[in-house]
C-alpha cells in the first residue's frame, strides 16, 4: 500500500531533480530573459494604458483570470496534458510568465476593449486563436512548451474560450454582489 512517506519522498526527489534541470536547462538562458520580460512588461503596459475609471473592476477580473489560469495551468502539468521545458523558477510546473501576466494582462484589455458580451466573445475567439494557434506553436518551437496526447492546440481554443467567458460571467456576478 501506499503512504504519504512514498509519495512525500518522490516528491522530494522529484525537487532535487526540478533543481537541478532548472539550473542546467533553464537559469540565465535568452528563454529565461524573455519569460522574465514577459512577467514583468505586460504589467508596465497595464499600468500605463488601463482605465483608471474602471481600475478595481478590471483588477478583479484579471485577478479572478490569474487563480483560475493557475488551477487550470497546474492541473495540466500535473495530469501531462503539457508541461514547460524553461521555467522561471524551479520549483513551479505553473507558466508563471503566462498565468500570472500575460494571460491576466490581456483579459483586462479584452474586457476594458468590449462594449458588450457580443463584442467580448468576438475579442475571445481572436485571443484564443492567437494564444493556442500562433504563441503555443512559437514556444513549442523555441523549446519552452510542450504538449502531450491528447491534448492539442484545439483543445486550448476551445479551453480559452470557456475560461474567457466563464470568469467574465461570475466576476461580474462578484462584482455585483459587493457594489
Known amino acids: 500500500m501506499i503512504s504519504y512517506e512514498d509519495v512525500r519522498n ?3 526527489s522529484l525537487a532535487q531533480l526540478s533543481n537541478a534541470d532548472w539550473l542546467l536547462h533553464s537559469w540565465g538562458t535568452w528563454q529565461w530573459w524573455m519569460l522574465l520580460l514577459a512577467t514583468i512588461v505586460p504589467w508596465i503596459i497595464a499600468w500605463k494604458f488601463v482605465d483608471k ?21 497546474n492541473l495540466g502539468t500535473f495530469y501531462s ?16 510568465p503566462g498565468d500570472c501576466s500575460i ?21 475571445s475567439v481572436v485571443a484564443a486563436a492567437f494564444f493556442s494557434y500562433i504563441i503555443e506553436p512559437f514556444f513549442k518551437h523555441i523549446g519552452i512548451y510542450r504538449n502531450h496526447s491528447p491534448w492539442s492546440y484545439t483543445w486550448s481554443f476551445v479551453g480559452f474560450i470557456i ?9 461580474y456576478k462578484l462584482i455585483k454582489k459587493l457594489a
Request: hydrophobic fraction near 60%; charged fraction near 15%.
Open 10 to 12: 518522490v516528491r522530494e
Open 53 to 73: 475609471n474602471r481600475g478595481k473592476e478590471l483588477l478583479i477580473l484579471g485577478m479572478a483570470f490569474t487563480i483560475i489560469s493557475l488551477v487550470l495551468d
Open 81 to 96: 496534458l503539457w508541461g514547460y521545458s524553461i521555467k522561471l523558477m524551479p520549483l513551479t510546473v505553473e507558466f508563471v
Open 103 to 123: 494571460f491576466p494582462v490581456t483579459y483586462i484589455f479584452m474586457n476594458q476593449f468590449s462594449k458588450n458580451w457580443r463584442s467580448f466573445v468576438m475579442i
Open 163 to 171: 475560461v474567457f467567458i466563464f470568469v467574465r460571467f461570475f466576476a
